[in-house]
């Protein structure tokens, strides 16, 4: 069985995403947030650190994947929590996959034609609403391993890093 790596499932990633500084808490309307985050354990760090009024712009994204053996299907279900007291329309998520020691990422395939390997940035275009202090379904992607992936791909675990867009 294969695992993309994650802290209490198997792939949980908590993705920071900053907005621009702006004197007031809630973004601006029209402004875009930007950020990135990893799957990998530890804590998360907002880079662009807080807004004038001393709070951080955040959301995050978690999802889980289990199952995957070489030639397999299973699908990556995204959930989005925005805790901002007001809400946001998430435009793009970004997935791209890390290498376990001995597996490639690129066994690790967005199946859906033409088939996406996650060695590369995944691009997820969408318009998801997301009220203030809420968590809602995300996409699903559907996720394979290649049926020619070595023995060193069962059970490695594949380092997700998300990304994306927002207004709000």
Do not use: K, R
Request: aromatic share 6%; net charge negative; glycine share 12%.
């Amino acid at each position: 069985m294969i695992a993309l790596i994650g802290s209490a499932v198997l792939v949980t990633a908590v993705a920071t995403f900053m907005a621009n500084t702006g004197g007031s808490p809630a973004s601006p309307a029209g402004s875009v947030i930007y950020g990135q985050g990893s799957s990998a354990l530890g804590p998360i760090h907002n880079l662009a650190g807080p807004n004038a009024a001393g709070q951080s712009q955040v959301f995050y994204i978690s999802g889980t994947v289990s199952g995957l053996y070489p030639g397999s299907n299973s699908t990556l279900n995204l959930s989005i929590q925005n805790p901002l007291g007001s809400p946001m329309t998430i435009n793009t998520i970004t997935v791209v996959a890390g290498s376990p020691v001995g597996c490639p990422s690129s066994n690790l395939v967005v199946a859906e034609t033409p088939p996406w390997t996650l060695n590369t940035t995944y691009t997820i275009h969408l318009s998801l609403s997301v009220p203030a202090n809420s968590t809602v379904a995300g996409p699903a992607v559907p996720v394979s391993l290649a049926a020619g992936a070595t023995d060193a791909c069962s059970g490695a675990n594949f380092p997700l890093i998300y990304g994306g867009t927002a207004s709000g």
